[in-house]
C-alpha cells in the first residue's frame, strides 16, 4: 500500500464547475496535509495546507480533512482552464520533518 | 528573488560523469529538502537537513548520491557516475523552523537531469 495515495486522473470538469481531488493516507499519525498545484514542466506551487479536522477555506480553494478516514481532499470552485494542471498531496508525519507525496491528480477544466 | 534558487536549471551529461547541482533555499528557513521527480509520479523523497545536520536519507537512495549543506544555508547535491536511469527533475525546497510537520514548503524551480 502506498502511503499516500490519489487517482491518477485525468479529471475533466467544465469550466465554472466544481473541481474535487481526493487523497487518502495510510499513517494514522501524520499530522500535516498539503496541496500543491504543479504545472507541466514547472515545480511544485503550494496552494493550501490544512492538520485539524473539518474545512478550510482560500479564495477560490476548500481543503478537507477527515482524519479518522484518512483522507484529504480539495475542492476547487468555479474552475478555470487556467487551473488545469497536476495537484498532488504531500503528507507529513510524526517523528520526521519529510513531505510524502502522492502521485499527483491530472484535473482538465474544458472551457 | 527571495525564493529557492536551484542550478543549473539544465543538465547534460555523459553516462559515468559526476554531476553537482547547487540549492540557495529561502534565507530565514533552516529545513532544505532535496526531492527528485520523474515524468507521471510525485516528488520522491531523498534527503532533508536541518541547518547544517542531515537527518534523513532515503533509503532508495544509492551510494552514488551525496548532499551537503556545510554551513547550513546553500546545499549541493552530488551524483557520481551517473546512469541513464537517473534522468529526472531534482527538486530543492525549503521550510521554515516550527512545529514538527506542521510548516509548508516552497520549491525551487529545479534541475533538469539529463544522461545520455
Known amino acids: 500500500q502506498k502511503e499516500v495515495e490519489q487517482n491518477s486522473g485525468p479529471l475533466s470538469v467544465p469550466e465554472g464547475a466544481i473541481a474535487s481531488l481526493n487523497c487518502t493516507y495510510s499513517?494514522?499519525?501524520?499530522?500535516?496535509f498539503f496541496w500543491y498545484r504543479q504545472y507541466s514542466g514547472k515545480s511544485p506551487e503550494l496552494i493550501m495546507f490544512?492538520?485539524?479536522?473539518g474545512d478550510k477555506e482560500d479564495g477560490r480553494f476548500t481543503a478537507q480533512l477527515n482524519k479518522a478516514s484518512q483522507y484529504v481532499s480539495l475542492l476547487i470552485r468555479d474552475s478555470q482552464p487556467s487551473d488545469s494542471a497536476t495537484y498532488l498531496c504531500a503528507v507529513t508525519t510524526s517523528g520526521t520533518y519529510k513531505y510524502i507525496f502522492g502521485t499527483g491528480t491530472r484535473l482538465k477544466v474544458l472551457a | 528573488d527571495t525564493g529557492v534558487s536551484q542550478n543549473p536549471r539544465h543538465k547534460i551529461t555523459k553516462r559515468g560523469q559526476n554531476v553537482t547541482f547547487r540549492c540557495d533555499p529561502i534565507?530565514?528557513?533552516?529545513?532544505l529538502y532535496w526531492y527528485r521527480q520523474t515524468l507521471g509520479q510525485g516528488p520522491e523523497f531523498l534527503t532533508y537537513f536541518q541547518n547544517e545536520a542531515q537527518l534523513e536519507k532515503s533509503r532508495l537512495l544509492s551510494d552514488r548520491f551525496s548532499a551537503e549543506r556545510p554551513k547550513g544555508s546553500f546545499s549541493t547535491l552530488e551524483i557520481q557516475r551517473t546512469e541513464q536511469g537517473d534522468s529526472a527533475m531534482y527538486l530543492c525546497?525549503?521550510?521554515?523552523?516550527?512545529?514538527?510537520?506542521?510548516?509548508?514548503?516552497?520549491f525551487g524551480q529545479g534541475t533538469r537531469l539529463t544522461v545520455v
Open positions: 499513517d494514522r499519525g501524520s499530522q500535516s
Open positions: 490544512i492538520y485539524s479536522n
Open positions: 525546497a525549503s521550510s521554515p523552523r516550527g512545529l514538527v510537520g506542521n510548516t509548508e514548503a516552497f
Open positions: 534565507s530565514e528557513h533552516n529545513r
